[in-house]
């Protein structure tokens, strides 16, 4: 089913509080597989599930700041899915910021898991948070290789490089990414098609093709996040699906947006941060718990696809 926005009400959202909690108490009992990845250009943490599944593999990225961020691959091997928490930048090895970073990186990945641990029905899913999300969007949009997208708190338009405001006109910044070695600024839509004509936004002119994903995509959202300079995650998921609708997408797409909630929202459950990104511990708990088992859904949906 193509779902608009779904929006997501306390009580719900603690409902699946408990829903979250029962998962995580199933799976922690046996821990994954950890295997640090130095191969084939890539870095990276690899987790394998206890058993043998038949579920998609993962590809894990983490925001502007870079380095590794393991728990959300952790957490999905114990729910039987393999997952690599694959570092693009800050770590040795790999560049010191996000600039001029090659979305060709992030495919290697994609490539790799489908020949080391061949996953179920040999698909693999990007899931990224903030600019690793944007990034995860990218890729998926450059490559059919990609089965789906899980994209939390992401700007859905190319940003420029990390520590850079979003003004195109500056001639000092760099972009964020490349692409055949190319640097990216992403894709306008037509004037006939922009949200606004006369003052387009930012998703209007440097808007991700979100429309040549090959595979469902889940946005999720928080709607006090203040941890984007020059748009808000919860407009730039609206835009994105807007983009889907104008270009008839035939995929599945869901935009899981919660009141109260902020930037921090990642996950995996219990949420532990301080609501620096906006939104309130409260809020962030909320969508925490819930979005965990609404992705869990999502990535067994693509599975049986």
Same mark, same amino acid.
């Given at each position: 089913?193509?779902? @608009?926005?779904?929006?997501?009400?306390?009580?719900?959202?603690?409902?699946?509080?408990?829903?979250?909690?029962?998962?995580?108490?199933?799976?922690?009992?046996?821990?994954?597989? @950890?295997?640090?990845?130095?191969?084939?250009?890539?870095?990276?943490?690899?987790?394998?599930?206890?058993?043998?599944?038949?579920?998609?593999?993962?590809?894990?990225?983490?925001?502007?700041?870079?380095?590794?961020?393991?728990?959300?691959?952790?957490?999905?091997?114990?729910?039987?899915?393999?997952?690599?928490?694959?570092?693009?930048?800050?770590?040795?090895?790999?560049?010191?910021?996000? @600039?001029?970073?090659?979305?060709?990186?992030?495919?290697?990945?994609?490539?790799?898991?489908? @020949?080391?641990?061949?996953?179920?029905?040999?698909?693999?899913?990007?899931?990224?948070?903030?600019?690793?999300?944007?990034?995860?969007?990218?890729?998926?949009?450059?490559?059919?290789?990609?089965?789906?997208?899980?994209?939390?708190?992401?700007?859905?338009?190319?940003?420029?490089?990390?520590?850079?405001?979003?003004?195109?006109?500056?001639?000092?910044?760099?972009?964020?990414?490349?692409?055949?070695?190319?640097?990216?600024?992403?894709?306008?839509?037509?004037?006939?098609?922009?949200?606004?004509?006369?003052?387009?936004?930012?998703?209007?002119?440097?808007?991700?093709?979100?429309?040549?994903?090959?595979?469902?995509?889940?946005?999720?959202?928080?709607?006090?996040?203040?941890?984007?300079?020059?748009?808000?995650?919860?407009?730039?998921?609206?835009?994105?699906?807007?983009?889907?609708?104008?270009?008839?997408?035939?995929?599945?797409?869901?935009?899981?947006?919660?009141?109260?909630?902020?930037?921090?929202?990642?996950?995996?459950?219990?949420?532990?941060?301080?609501?620096?990104?906006?939104?309130?511990?409260?809020?962030?708990?909320?969508?925490?718990?819930?979005?965990?088992?609404?992705?869990?859904?999502?990535?067994?949906?693509?599975?049986?696809?």
């Amino acid at each position: 089913m193509i779902t @608009r926005r779904n929006i997501i009400l306390a009580g719900g959202a603690m409902a699946a509080a408990g829903i979250a909690s029962g998962l995580y108490a199933l799976t922690r009992e046996t821990a994954p597989q @950890r295997i640090d990845i130095r191969q084939a250009g890539l870095v990276g943490t690899l987790f394998l599930p206890p058993n043998a599944s038949a579920m998609p593999a993962v590809v894990s990225l983490t925001g502007a700041g870079g380095g590794f961020f393991e728990p959300p691959a952790e957490a999905l091997a114990r729910a039987g899915f393999a997952a690599l928490a694959l570092a693009t930048h800050n770590v040795e090895g790999r560049p010191s910021t996000m @600039r001029l970073l090659p979305v060709e990186y992030v495919l290697d990945a994609v490539q790799w898991l489908r @020949r080391w641990v061949r996953p179920g029905r040999n698909k693999v899913v990007l899931r990224g948070w903030s600019r690793g999300g944007e990034l995860a969007l990218l890729a998926a949009s450059l490559s059919p290789s990609v089965n789906g997208v899980v994209a939390y708190a992401a700007r859905t338009y190319v940003g420029q490089e990390q520590n850079k405001p979003n003004n195109f006109d500056d001639p000092t910044a760099a972009a964020a990414f490349t692409w055949q070695g190319k640097p990216l600024a992403g894709e306008p839509l037509p004037e006939a098609m922009r949200f606004n004509r006369t003052n387009p936004c930012l998703e209007d002119l440097h808007g991700i093709a979100v429309e040549r994903i090959a595979g469902p995509i889940m946005l999720v959202t928080g709607s006090a996040d203040t941890g984007l300079a020059g748009t808000t995650p919860d407009f730039s998921a609206d835009q994105a699906m807007r983009r889907l609708e104008l270009f008839k997408s035939p995929w599945q797409r869901v935009h899981n947006h919660y009141p109260d909630a902020g930037h921090d929202i990642a996950g995996p459950p219990p949420y532990t941060g301080q609501a620096e990104g906006g939104g309130t511990v409260e809020g962030n708990t909320a969508a925490v718990a819930a979005s965990w088992p609404s992705a869990i859904g999502f990535l067994h949906s693509i599975a049986k696809a």
